[in-house]
């Protein structure tokens, strides 16, 4: 379905889901790639598109029963045309609607899940804080007291993708009474919640990142997730999410390892195509194992949620390898274009500073290891 299907893993796909997936190629193709330069250039998101996006239907596909195979390839496609827009909809799709659906009461599940399926309502997800990256679990400053039927929170986040605009906000803060970090759903318009778009990115331009403050904001009991009691719940989350940022970094290296043998076979030097010169086929093959080694193990890594036995370590090292074979691919078609891999006219140069905030963002390299090297040594080199 893809050039960069090496091995044909799409096959792995059940006839109806192929029809899924092609519906989102159709649309990246149509609606996004055409003004995904514009918007990253200029920081805005194309609000515009989120009725068309939502007639694909296919936000909460998981939480309706779909395989974990058919979401990891819909990720896939957003993210190779453009992983601005597959960060906006891994945010709401993923970690917005997924602490909703595992930890919210029946009640909340059928009072947000259906409005956030059909995109009638936009979510959120805030965690990282100013001062707390990676060590969160531990260092989360937000915090919540309660009073009566109604929790008072105070406390800043940033980082928060959609946060501009979003409807639902979950949001996590440190109970004071038991230190247990709990999850609340903040809407829109709430008094004394505040964002700020964060300006001057060099990555993921079109996505809305915030700065948040919380300044006794009122939030009542009804609103708290039923079933986040503490950060291992939290933890939930972040595995099942891991791996959605691996299957991004898959589509970003399959995005620019296309363009850049498109490219090799137009571009001419000394008399003929570039494509036919030995070294930038070295550069082609090696962005393809990237990008086949790294499908492979998404695709397994499915396979293994859909079976109900994936751990931590297993998201994590999947984000931690697939991101850092994008960060290679990806430099790889930048060299193939040479000059015009810095334009965005070619779109390769916008996958280049994508790749760095993907690289990042939903536990860094580092931390994906430790937790991986935790697992298969049974000892812990966290601080």
């Known amino acids: 379905m893809t050039t960069g299907d090496f091995y044909d893993y799409s096959e792995l796909l059940e006839e109806h889901e192929k029809e899924i997936v092609l519906r989102v190629r ?21 609000h515009q598109l989120i009725p068309e996006l939502a007639k694909l239907d296919i936000a909460g596909l998981a939480y309706r029963g779909a395989r974990s195979l058919l979401t990891g390839f819909v990720v896939l496609e957003m993210n190779r045309v453009d992983p601005s827009m597959g960060t906006f ?24 899940l259906p409005p956030m399926a059909a995109m009638e309502k936009i979510g959120a997800f805030a965690l990282t804080e ?114 959605g940022v691996a299957w991004q970094a898959v589509g970003c290296m399959t995005g620019a390892y296309e363009l850049a043998l498109e490219y090799a076979g137009t571009r ?34 499915a396979q293994l949620q859909d079976a109900g036995v994936y751990k931590d370590e297993h998201s994590a090292m999947a984000k931690a390898f697939c991101t850092a074979r994008m960060r290679e691919a990806v430099g790889w078609a930048r060299e193939i274009l040479g000059g015009n891999g810095i334009v965005l006219d070619y779109d390769v140069g916008r996958f280049v500073a994508d790749s760095e905030a993907i690289y990042s963002y939903e536990g860094t390299r580092e931390i994906n290891t430790l937790i991986v090297g935790r697992a298969i040594t049974g000892t812990s080199a966290f601080v």
Do not use: Y
């Open 26 to 46: 159709e649309f990246m193709a149509r609606e996004v790639a055409p003004i995904a330069n514009e918007a990253w250039t200029n920081a805005r998101f194309p």
């Open 130 to 243: 100013p001062e707390g990256g990676s060590d969160v679990a531990a260092g989360l400053r937000t915090t919540a007291r309660r009073e009566g039927d109604v929790w008072v929170l105070n406390g800043a986040k940033r980082w928060i993708g959609n946060a501009t605009f979003a409807d639902l906000i979950v949001v996590w803060a440190k109970d004071e009474a038991d230190g247990q970090v709990k999850g609340f759903v903040v809407e829109k318009g709430t008094p004394g919640f505040a964002a700020t778009k964060i300006e001057n990115k060099i990555a993921l331009r079109t996505v809305q990142n915030a700065d948040i403050t919380l300044t006794n904001c009122l939030v009542p009991e009804t609103n708290r997730l039923q079933k986040a009691n503490g950060f291992r719940d939290t933890g939930t989350i972040l595995r099942q999410t891991r791996g």
């Open 89 to 112: 909809f891994g945010v709401h799709n993923g970690l917005a609607m997924g602490s909703i659906d595992r930890l919210g009461s029946e009640e909340q599940r059928e009072r947000w």
């Open 268 to 301: 001419e030097q000394f008399g003929r195509p570039i494509a036919g010169f030995q070294l930038v086929q070295d550069l082609l093959v090696r962005m393809l194992g990237n990008v086949t080694c790294s499908l492979g193990m998404v695709v397994r890594l």
